[in-house]
């Protein structure tokens, strides 16, 4: 078979058994070769790489670039102002370490720990108010009532977000990552763009202790960031901070209920939660793709050429599965040797947040399950209902019940 005959074989997986099950869908193209090209929802096309070895090098490689100065003409995808696209996930070299460079401090292990009462604070006030609205009405739902609002209580404390605006932001991303119609993606940048805008505007007039406050004295005093990069990296530290969390958080509960087992050794040995945490990373990891990559230049992978300019879609989700890389790779296993995942990226663009999400993720799941000690769910399993799609593979909500 030609690498032409093999990319044309699946030109459209994106459809509703994807949406039933993406897992089953990314197995299917694994086993039917490495690199395939695939027909986007808006109806552009990518390749989609499939195969963990080849994944991880293409995180690596430095003709993938994210940048969007290489894509080809005509490429879609999110059409984002200057201030929102000048971010770290659109930007290589030289200005993507200087970024990396002024946010990094925000993320040591000092600021880290400094969260950790916060964090704690926030989880057990809303596992409290969990527990009331499941008293008083015999079941709650998870995602709505603590899987969402814990995040933002992070990223909004890391960046001085006022609580009040915490949930709208949210909201709007959710509006941009799944729409409902073409017209909620325009309508929900431009709400983000204004909201940053202003906030950047308080924070400059009142600045605090906070990392946004820090990014502005760097960018006024120092001139080191233009105005552009520093509401991007606002934007890019609000979204990825609490979306993936929020996605994580819910799906990684649902697994943990529907492996009993596993769920009962945490509880007997807490010290096993963090290695729960690192399968649950690889296991049910939401965000299905790295972001898009275009080649610099005609290349190859997995024995397949890809023209320069195309768009390149590396699957971590899939990667996370690959029988060749992990063995049975569909069990979850806490207790499992090797669990070098690539949930939260490799190489240069390697996630900065990571520390955090792994403190805040860990510290959700002690907390919900020591105050709720018999969790489960409100409902059948199969009647839950996800957002779905090339992107993202989360739940919509999680209704559960405990005994008062």
């Known amino acids: 078979m030609t690498s032409q ?3 044309l074989k699946h030109p459209e997986p994106f459809d509703e058994t994807f949406r039933a099950n993406p897992y089953a869908v990314y197995a299917h193209l694994r086993e039917a070769g490495p690199v395939h090209q695939v027909a986007l929802p808006d109806g552009s096309l990518a390749w989609i790489v499939t195969r963990e070895a080849d994944v991880r090098t293409g995180l690596i490689d430095p003709r993938l670039s994210v940048s969007k100065v290489h894509a080809r003409t005509g490429y879609k995808g999110f059409s984002l102002p200057p201030a929102l696209d000048a971010n770290l996930l659109n930007i290589e070299a030289g200005d993507h370490l200087r970024l990396r460079r002024l946010v990094s401090s925000g993320f ?5 720990a400094s969260l950790r009462p916060q964090i704690q604070a926030a989880a057990d006030g809303l ?6 609205r499941i008293a008083s009405q015999g079941h709650a739902d998870l995602v ?5 609002p814990l995040p933002l209580v992070v990223i909004g404390e890391l ?7 915490r949930q709208p932001f949210s909201a709007w991303v959710g509006a941009m990552i799944a729409p409902k119609t073409p017209q909620d993606v325009a309508a929900a940048i431009g709400r983000i763009h204004n909201f940053l805008i202003d906030l950047v505007a308080d924070r400059r007039a009142r600045p605090g202790d906070d990392l946004l406050s820090d990014l502005i004295a760097a960018r006024d005093v120092d001139d080191r960031l233009t105005e552009d990069e520093l509401v991007s990296l606002a934007f890019l530290i609000l979204m ?12 990684g509960l649902l697994t943990l209920l529907d492996h009993p087992d596993q769920l009962a050794a945490i509880r007997d040995d807490w010290s096993l939660l963090p290695e729960a945490v690192e399968e649950l990373l690889r296991y049910a990891l939401p965000n299905q793709m790295a972001i898009r990559r275009f080649p610099t230049e005609q290349m190859e992978i997995g024995g397949i050429r890809i023209p320069a300019g ?8 899939s990667a996370n599965r690959d029988p060749e890389r992990y063995p049975d790779p569909d069990r979850f296993d806490i207790r499992r040797e090797d669990k070098a995942h690539l949930a939260l990226g490799h190489g240069l663009h390697y996630c900065l947040g990571a520390p955090l999400a792994r403190v805040e993720i860990a510290l959700a799941f002690s907390t919900l399950l020591t105050r709720l000690p018999d969790l489960r769910l409100a409902v059948p399993a199969e009647r839950l209902r996800w957002n779905t799609s090339f992107r993202s593979h989360a739940l919509r909500e999680l209704p559960i019940t405990a005994s008062p």
Do not use: F, K, M
């Open 5 to 7: 005959n093999a990319a």
């Open 108 to 112: 040591t292990a000092r600021r880290v």
């Open 127 to 132: 596992a409290d108010r969990l527990a009331r």
């Open 144 to 148: 709505a009532e603590y899987a969402n």
């Open 159 to 165: 960046l001085g977000v006022p609580e009040a605006d």
């Open 240 to 251: 990825a901070g609490s979306e993936n969390a929020q996605h994580l958080i819910s799906g």
């Open 310 to 317: 195309d768009t390149v879609l590396l699957c971590l989700a």
